[in-house]
């Protein structure tokens, strides 16, 4: 400030409450919060004759505040994080606006110069492009088969009709056979064996208990005369396994008792053509041993080993804020350890939570995550995402991955770097544009804004268009 109270321009190396223009791609810390504070620090400095507007009230009348101010509307725009978004621009285009009044002067009462009033060349310059832009957030992700599931040994006496084994889920958690304790575990799969339809999960006194695909387990016997939709589910697997001779309905009749008795024979079991609770174990699809737990020579009783899919897939602990991006359907990128790149589809949104890895309550149980950057106290949605190319992930079994979320695309729009942009007084921005005679500023409207650059459109501006930057 000059003694005559007027303001004095800035000397470079010294703060002044003024913004001032960054390198390209450099992000500002300044907000207006923090201007404000600039400028109470110089009115303290000031004597009080001399105070008047300090130059950070003058920057924001002029432009500064105004041009940062006018985000509002563009940031209206968006669909998708109005608040990530919002901050970023905020803090970026204010440092943009007042780099082309600290560089040229306040603009006119339009926005509008002229090449007698710009400097004969910017900084450093940008071409307007033609492009797709993309917005997109990349965050933590984990590769893996998903989370284990415990083979529990049956909790239940079995050969009755009406027993119901507790410990049982749809989804293969829990063992079916002898009551806890009764017999003795002879063999087990080996960690990283895939178990299929038929295939034998392990064995209790040299009798076989094999997988059957279905939703629920079986929880009661099943003879001749019984009915239901567990009748189905068994003569669907029974047909699936090459038995015939049987209709696949609801119903348990004479023919299925034979087909029964053919699938005990092959499994050298005793022909009774009724299948008890503890006869097989029922799971969505295959499955993968993650962990063998009992031993051979252990009575029937406890965990005996951890399963898993075969197939695998990609867990993210997502960050609330970013909940608008996911759904199932989504598509997504993820980015392996060795910087190779797999497409990915998310299939399972679960419910925010605020403690990491719990699944409890949501419908992702398989996500095996670890991730969101976050806090374990900051609320977090479990997503699952699969990748049908599994030759695509190599070799890795368990790695942490980076995932790319697709938020929005424009196509065929004409883009520049967000330092381009220059606040207006009064509101809106322009771009200083390099002609054959110098500079002028031309107004134009912003549209989205993604990777450090700006969808902007407006008269004279085309491709090729030559605009100043920042150096």
Known sequence: MTTDGTDAPAVAGEHSGALERHTSGQVATKTAKDLDKAAEATEATEPAGAAGESPVRTLDTESGRDGAGDLEPAAATRRRRPLRTSLIVLAATAVVAAAGITATGALGGDGEGSAGTAPSAPPDTAEVERTTLTDSETVDGNLGYGDASTVQAPASPSGTGSDTDSGQSGSGQSGQGSAAGDGIVTWLPEEGKVIERGDTVYRVDEQR?????????????????????????????LRALGYNGFTV?????????????????????????????????????????????????????????????????????????????????????????????????????????????????????DSGSDSGGSGDDDPTLPVELTVKDQKGLGRYQAAAVDVTLKAESREDV?????????????????????????????????????????????????????????K
Do not use: C, H
């Open 249 to 365: 309905d609801d119903t348990y009749d004479a023919a299925t008792a034979a087909a029964v008795r053919d699938w005990q024979d092959d499994l050298n079991r005793e022909e009774t053509g009724t299948v008890r609770t503890g006869d097989a174990l029922v799971a969505p699809g295959a499955r993968r041993v993650a962990d063998v737990q009992a031993s051979p020579g252990a009575a029937l009783s406890g965990g005996l080993l951890s399963w898993t899919g075969t197939e695998r897939i990609v867990g993210v602990d997502l960050d609330v804020q970013f909940e608008d991006l996911v759904e199932k359907g989504t598509e997504a990128r993820i980015t392996l350890p060795d910087d190779t790149t797999v497409k990915a589809e998310v299939t399972d949104v679960g419910t925010p939570s605020t403690s990491k890895g719990d699944d409890s309550a949501s419908g992702s149980g």
């Open 414 to 470: 004409l883009v520049v770097p967000v330092n381009a942009l220059v606040a207006r007084k009064g509101g809106g921005y322009a771009v200083e544009v390099v002609t054959a005679d110098g500079t002028e500023f031309r107004p134009v409207k912003t549209g989205m804004f993604a990777d450090s650059r700006v969808e902007i459109s407006g008269k004279g501006i085309k491709e090729g268009t030559v605009v100043g930057v920042p």
């Open 209 to 237: 208990v094999p997988l059957l695909y279905g939703s629920f387990p079986l929880y009661r016997t099943l003879q001749a005369g019984t009915e239901g939709a567990d009748v189905r589910m068994l003569e669907k697997n």
